[in-house]
C-alpha cells in the first residue's frame, strides 16, 4: 500500500474518490470473500501526479466546448491525446506501482482497466469509455499500458459521454484497475435483471469461448440463458453460432482463433453451470442492493468474477413496493392522463393523496394503490383484474382511459399462471364495487331515462361554484402555513369522492347514451349519423374555453396596430404595455375576463408544478396569436356550423328509427339518447374542470410554503418544494430545524435523469415492461399502426407540435403531438386531423377530435419522430393507421424542438 497503489482487499465502496467506481465494486467483493482474481488500483492520487503539469491547460480547452459539437470534440480530444501521450510516467508512481506488480507476482498476466471516478455509478455506467489492456505480463508494458489508461480519460467517445451526461471534466479523475487474469474456458456477461424488458425476476446470461472480450466487441454470437429467480430454473437457451474466440497471446495480447466443427453451436455451458453462475450473481446483487451488470469467467471448473457495475438502464421499479409477494400489475395514469412528462415528488403526492379508491376506511395518507416510477404515475389494478366476473372486461375499460396497446399488454399479464398465486387474498370484491356503484347508479338512470337532459352544463356550473366558494372558505378559514397545508391534505383526501358522486351520474349518463346512440346508428345502417349527433355540443367547458380564445383573436384582430403589438414582443412586455396601443384597452379587459375564468388552465395542468395562464401567460398568449391567422368568427362558425349537423344528424336518425314495426317506441328511445347526448355528454370535462381549481387553490398554498422555507434560509429558491412531497412539507413547516436540502438535490438529480427515460404503458410489480403489438392486417407498406378514435380519411401536410406554446399550425396541417390536454385544444381549430402518441377512445385529444369531427389515430408510438413536420401523410381514422407519403413540404423542426419557428 501507498499513496499511489491499493490492494482490492484493503479497497471499500468509500474508496471510490480514490479508486474509481470498478475498483471500489471490486474491493467490496473481494472483501465480501467472492471469487476475485486478485489484484490493486493504482489511485486517482497517481492520475493527478502525472497530469498537473499540463492539468490548467487540458481542462482549460475541455470547459471551451459545446456538448453537441462531435468535430470540435474530435479535434480536441486527438490534440490532448497527443500531448498526454508524450508525458511520462513520474518516477515515484511507476516505483509504487512495480512494487505493488512484484507483490502481487510477476509470473502472472495482468488485465489494465481504467477505473474512473464517474463510473460504474447508479444513474452512469460510463461502461466502454475508457481503455482495457489484457494479458500484460511485463513491468515495462504495465506502466505504458498504465499511461495508455490515463491518455482514454480524453478519447472523443469519453469527452462526449460526459458533456452528454452532466460530468464537469475537472470532476473525473482516473484510476486503474491492475488484476490478475484467469485463464478462461469460457466467459461471458450476467444480468441480474432483463436488460431489455426490466425484469427484476429473471436473470441473463451471455457466454461464449475463451476471453468475454470477444463478446463485448460484438464479434460472436453467443449463447443466451434464462434463468427464473423465483424458481432457481433455467426457462430459456438460446445457443448461438460462436465462429471464434479470443484467447491470450504467449507473447502478451491476444489473438483470435476460429471456432470449428459442432463446437461452435454446442452449448458453452450446461444447466448446472448455469444455475450455479445465477445464485453467484443473486449473491453479488444482494450485497450491492441493485441489479448488477457481472463480467464472469469459467477457469478450471472454477467461476471468477472479474467485475460487477449497476444496471443504469432499467426502468425504475414502481414504488412503493406490495407488501405480499404475488405478481401485480400496474397501469399508467399518466398514458391514461396522455402527460407522459415526469414530475416532481409534490405533484406525485398530490395524486397519490387525491385518489380515494383503494385506501379502505380511512381515506388519509398516499394511496398504496398508485405506484411512482422516474417521476410517473402507476396504479396497481390487479384487485380489479382479479376481480370475478369484471375482471375480463377490465383491459378493455382501462384502454378505452389509455390506448389498445395498454389493454393488449394487461392481457398478457392474465395469461400467466403465476399472476394468479393468493388471488383471493389479492382481489377486489364485487360487492364492495357494486356498494360504491349504488349511490350514482340511482341518479345516472334518472338522468339517462326521464329527468329533463336541458341545462345540464348550468346545473353543474352551479355545483362547481358552489364546491370551489366551500373550499376557499375552508383554506381561508385556517391558519397560515402548516395548519392550512394540513386543511388542505383534508380536502384532497375526500374531493375526488364527493365530486365522483355529484358529477357521475351525469357522466354515466352521458357515455351510456352515446354508447346506446352508437348501437342503433350501427343497426339503423346510420353509424355516421350517429357519431355526428355528438359534435358541436354546447356545454363542454374546454370547449367553451376554446371558442373564448378565438374571441380574444377576433378582438385584437380589429386594431393591425395591436396585431402587430401582440406578434412583435414577448409575452410580458407584450400584455404589459398592450392597452397603450390603438384597441389594446379593449383587448386587455376581455383578457383579464378571460383570465378571471379560465386562468387556472395551462399545458400539462395534472402536474401541480406546472404554472398556470394566470402566472405565466405566454402560451395563452401565443395560441391567441396563432388564431389570428383564421378568419373572424371562423371559430364560431365552425362550432355553429357543427352543432347545425349535429342536430340535422339527430333529425335523420329519429326518422329512421322512428319507421316501421314499434317505430313510435324506437323513435322516442332514439330521440331520448340523443338528447342526453346534446345536452348531458358535454359535462364530462366539469369532474377535471373542478379539481384544476382545487389544484390552482392548493399550488398558491404550497409556493407561500415555498417563500417562507426560503425566508428562514432552508431552501435556495421558491420551487425547491416540488421536491418535498406535501406531507414532507408539512413536517418541514412543522421543525424548522429539519435539513432539507441534501434531499432536494437528490431529487433535483433525479428528477433531471427521469426526462431521459421513456415510461413504459405496462408494468408488473417486478420491474418488467410488458408491451403489446398492434395485429393490424392488410396496412399499406410503411403505415405507422395506431388505435381509430374518431373516423374519416383525410391528407395533409404533417406539424409535429412538441410543445403548445411555440406552435403555429396552419389551417389545413394534420397535429402530430406526443399528447394533448386543454392547453392544446386551440390548435385543433386549425388541424386537418390528429396523430398521438398515446391515448384512447375518451382521452382528450380523442373527444376533442370526434366533437371537431376530424379525423384521428392516436397510441402511434414515436409518431413524433418518425413523422416530419411539412411530410405529407394520410389518417385513417376509420381503420387506425397513418400513412407516410412521399415528399416533405419544407424542413422545419418539430414545433417546441430546438431550432424550430
Known sequence: MSDYTLPFDAISAADLPT?????????????????????????????????????DAVYARLDALVPDDMEAARQTGAALRAQLAALPVPDDVAQAVVAAWQAQGTDHAYAVRSSATAEDLPDASFAGQQDTFLNVRRGDDLLARLRDCWVSLFTDRAILYRAKNGFAHRSVALAVVVQRMVMPDAAGILFTADPVTSHRGRITIDAGYGLGEALVAGLVTPDLYTVDKRSGQVVDVQVGDKQLAIRPDANGGTRRIPVEGAARTARVLDDAQVMELARLGTHVESHFGAPQDIEWALAGGKFYLLQSRPITSLFPLPMPQPVDDGLHAYFSLSHAQVMTDPMPPLALSFWRILFPYGKGRDLRGENPLVKTAAGRLYLDVTPLLLMRGLGKLAPRLLGAMADALSAGALRQIMARPEFYANADARRARLRRFLRNLLPIAGPGWARLLWLPPEGSADRLDGYVERYVAAVKSRLDAAAPGAPRLRVAREILCVALLQVFHGVAPYIMAGVQAKFQLSLWGRRLGMAGEAEAVARGLSGNVTTEMDLAVGDLAD??????????????????????????????????????????????????????????????????????????????GAHRAK???????????????????????????????????????????????????????????????????????????????????????????????????????????????????????????????????????????????????????????????????????????????????????????????????????????????????????????????????????????????????????????????????????
Open 639 to 901: 362550432h355553429a356550423a357543427l352543432a347545425q349537423a349535429g342536430e340535422a344528424a339527430m333529425a335523420r336518425l329519429v326518422e329512421k328509427a322512428a319507421q316501421g314495426p314499434w317505430g313510435w317506441l324506437r323513435g322516442r328511445f332514439v330521440r331520448r339518447m340523443a338528447r342526453v347526448v346534446r345536452h348531458v355528454l358535454p359535462v364530462r370535462e366539469h369532474p377535471k374542470y373542478l379539481l384544476i381549481q382545487l389544484r390552482g387553490m392548493i399550488r398558491r398554498l404550497v409556493l407561500e410554503a415555498g417563500a417562507q422555507l426560503q425566508a428562514q434560509g432552508r431552501i435556495d429558491q421558491v420551487d425547491d418544494v416540488w421536491f418535498l412531497d406535501l406531507n414532507e412539507l408539512i413536517a418541514a413547516l412543522e421543525h424548522p430545524r429539519q435539513e432539507l436540502r441534501s434531499r432536494i438535490a437528490r431529487r433535483r438529480h433525479d428528477y433531471t435523469r427521469y426526462w431521459h427515460m421513456t415510461p413504459p404503458r405496462v408494468l408488473t410489480s417486478e420491474g418488467e415492461i410488458v408491451a403489446a403489438q398492434y395485429q393490424h392486417d392488410d396496412l399499406p407498406a410503411g403505415a405507422l399502426p395506431g388505435t381509430p378514435v374518431s373516423a374519416g380519411i383525410v391528407e395533409g401536410a404533417a406539424h409535429v407540435v412538441l410543445d403548445p406554446q411555440t406552435a403555429r399550425l396552419r389551417p389545413g396541417e394534420i397535429l402530430v403531438a406526443p399528447f394533448t390536454d386543454p392547453g392544446w385544444t386551440p390548435l385543433f381549430l386549425n388541424a386537418a386531423g390528429l396523430v398521438m402518441e398515446t391515448g384512447g377512445l375518451m382521452t382528450h385529444g380523442s373527444v376533442v377530435a370526434r366533437e371537431y369531427g376530424i379525423p384521428a389515430v392516436v397510441a402511434v408510438p414515436e409518431a413524433t419522430r418518425k413523422i416530419q413536420t411539412g411530410q405529407r401523410v394520410r389518417i385513417d381514422g376509420t381503420l387506425g393507421y397513418v400513412e407516410l407519403l412521399d415528399g416533405v413540404d419544407g424542413q422545419e423542426s418539430p414545433s417546441g424542438a430546438p431550432g424550430a419557428a
Open 555 to 632: 378582438i385584437a384582430r380589429r386594431s393591425p396596430a395591436l396585431v402587430a403589438h401582440l406578434r412583435g414582443h414577448d409575452a410580458e412586455t407584450a400584455l404589459a404595455t398592450a392597452a397603450q396601443a390603438p384597441g389594446g384597452a379593449a383587448f386587455m379587459a376581455a383578457w383579464d375576463r378571460f383570465i378571471a375564468r379560465y386562468g387556472m388552465r395551462g399545458p400539462s395542468e395534472i402536474d401541480i408544478s406546472r404554472p398556470s395562464w394566470a402566472e405565466a401567460p405566454a402560451s395563452l398568449l401565443q395560441m391567441v396569436v396563432v388564431n389570428l391567422q383564421a378568419e373572424p
Open 19 to 55: 479508486v474509481g467506481g470498478k475498483g471500489a465494486n471490486l474491493g467490496e467483493m473481494a472483501r465480501a470473500g467472492f471469487p476475485i482474481p486478485p489484484g490493486f488500483c493504482v489511485t486517482t492520487a497517481a492520475f493527478a501526479r502525472w497530469i498537473a503539469s499540463a492539468a
